[in-house]
């Protein structure tokens, strides 16, 4: 299983940023993709989750009501649209996904991970 993130970059605070992140391989039908993010020197933190099976999906407080995590299963891609960013949403953002669809927040219970895309955002 590979992952691909895409999107991420410099933005001003109050703007919107889209990232997105493809999944290929043999992913299996039933699994959890997620959003994480991480700065330095802190532990990789849970941002949103969405479970191809059932459509569940929720997001962490600290961007609930300004990040959205959408699927398009026709191309196996989530997304995170972020809004109304603000400087301390600056990290580098990791999608991950875990083939037992076991729909957590925990970052050590996701089997594979992207690159990793960076996300600015200025005061």
């Known amino acids: 299983v590979q992952l691909q993130a895409f999107g991420g970059g410099l933005v001003q605070a109050g703007g919107s940023l889209r990232l997105a992140c493809a999944a290929s391989?043999?992913?299996?039908?039933?699994?959890?993709q997620a959003w994480f993010r991480q700065t330095p020197g802190k532990e990789r933190e849970f941002v949103g989750k969405i479970a191809t099976r059932g459509g569940s999906v929720a997001v962490a407080d600290a961007v609930k009501g300004r990040f959205t995590i959408s699927r398009d299963n026709t191309k196996n891609t989530v997304s995170l649209q972020m809004n109304s960013l603000k400087p301390e949403d600056t990290a580098v953002y990791y999608c991950?996904?875990?083939?037992?669809?076991?729909?957590?927040?925990?970052?050590?219970?996701?089997?594979?991970w992207g690159q990793g895309t960076e996300v600015t955002v200025s005061s």
């Open positions: 991950a996904l875990d083939p037992l669809n076991r729909y957590s927040s925990a970052w050590d219970l996701y089997r594979y």
């Open positions: 391989g043999r992913t299996g039908s039933s699994y959890t």
